[in-house]
Structures are given as structure tokens and as C-alpha cells.
């Protein structure tokens, strides 16, 4: 069965300029802050595609490759939807049987002031380990959960889609600055 394409909807039209820089800077260069992990190994992924497509939208995509830098990216400036795949490595992109520490990352959004939607994506594991993520996800709030294998840009752009209209009504939840 064919997968139709969601796009976006918002009240707002595309803004050109938005530098990783402008994340928290409140200087009205981006209307999202989307930080996006994803633990896998593959290029030309939807981790990839994505921050493309929501790039003319005024979307700024911050790619975090480790728990780590996802902690920047958090305390660096606002972040209004989280991606945040379990396996993220603690540090840096290592080998694969680096330690997992999504749950930290999920941990660190769950304590802000006022936590973004957070997308959980789960690797494919056990009947025991996915109930102990999917408790996890469910502990820190998540708004959804979806399979590693299961993720696609068409699904991940709906999800875009439902987190716009459940949290900011379907407006982006910065506008454009005021002089």
C-alpha cells in the first residue's frame, strides 16, 4: 500500500536563515528547534532527509551524534521537539557495542522547565527489553514511540505534524522577531 507524503502545515510562511548558532538566541532566525538523533550507522537515512525538507520552513535541525552533544544542544537554547533515538552512544559515534545512553538524554529533556515533545526511536530488541522501553518513554513523557526499522521520513514528517498540532496549535512557537 502506497505511503502518502505529509507536509507541514503552519500560519506561518518559510523564513530563509537559520545557523545552528540562532538556537536559543531569540533573534527570530528560526521559528523550530528540532534536535534530532539517531543512532545509526547508514547514510542517506531520514535523520538525514529530514532537516532538508524543514530547512525552507524556517526549521533549524540540530543533529546530535552522542548524548553528549545532545546535552549541549539542550543547554545551549530551546528545543521545542526532541528526536531522540535510545541508542544514542554516550560519546561520540564509537563502535556499536558502545553504551547506550538515550534514557540520559531523555532524562535531561524530562527535567527542563518545560519539556518539548520527545519522539522515542527504539531499536528492535526482545519482548523484555521493549516493554522496559517502551516503560521508559512512557516515564519521561513521550509523546511517541517508533521501531528503528519502522522509521521513514513520511512518518517521521506525521509525527512533525501531530507534535505541531497538539503542542503549538499548529503555529510555529517562535515568530518572527519584533525590532
Known amino acids: 500500500m502506497p505511503r502518502r507524503m505529509v507536509a507541514l502545515r503552519t500560519q506561518f510562511a518559510p523564513h530563509p536563515q537559520h545557523p545552528a548558532e540562532a538556537l536559543g538566541s531569540g533573534g527570530g532566525a528560526c521559528r523550530l528547534n528540532l534536535l534530532l538523533s539517531c543512532a545509526t550507522w547508514k547514510d542517506d537515512t531520514w535523520a538525514d532527509a529530514l532537516p532538508r525538507l524543514l530547512e525552507p520552513m524556517g526549521v533549524t535541525s540540530v543533529r546530535a ?3 553528549r552533544e545532545a546535552e549541549r544542544v539542550i543547554r545551549h537554547g530551546p ?3 526532541a528526536v531522540v533515538d535510545l541508542g544514542l552512544p554516550l560519546e561520540g559515534a564509537g ?4 553504551e547506550e ?3 540520559r538524554v531523555l532524562d535531561l529533556l524530562h527535567r ?13 530488541r526482545m519482548t523484555r527489553d521493549t516493554q522496559r522501553d517502551l516503560s521508559a ?16 521520513l513520511e512518518l517521521m514528517l506525521e509525527i512533525m505534524q501531530r507534535c505541531l498540532n497538539k503542542f503549538y496549535h499548529n503555529r510555529w ?3 518572527p522577531a519584533t525590532a
Open 112 to 124: 527542563l522547565q518545560q519539556p518539548p515533545p520527545t519522539v522515542v526511536v527504539r531499536s528492535p
Open 137 to 152: 518513554a512512557l516515564k519521561w513523557g513521550a509523546f511517541a514511540v517508533v521501531d528503528r526499522h519502522a522509521a521513514d
Open 95 to 98: 563502535a556499536p557495542e558502545a
Open 65 to 67: 551524534r552522542s548524548a
Open 173 to 175: 512557537p517562535q515568530g
Open 101 to 103: 545512553a538515550g534514557q
Open 79 to 81: 528545543v521545542h521537539i
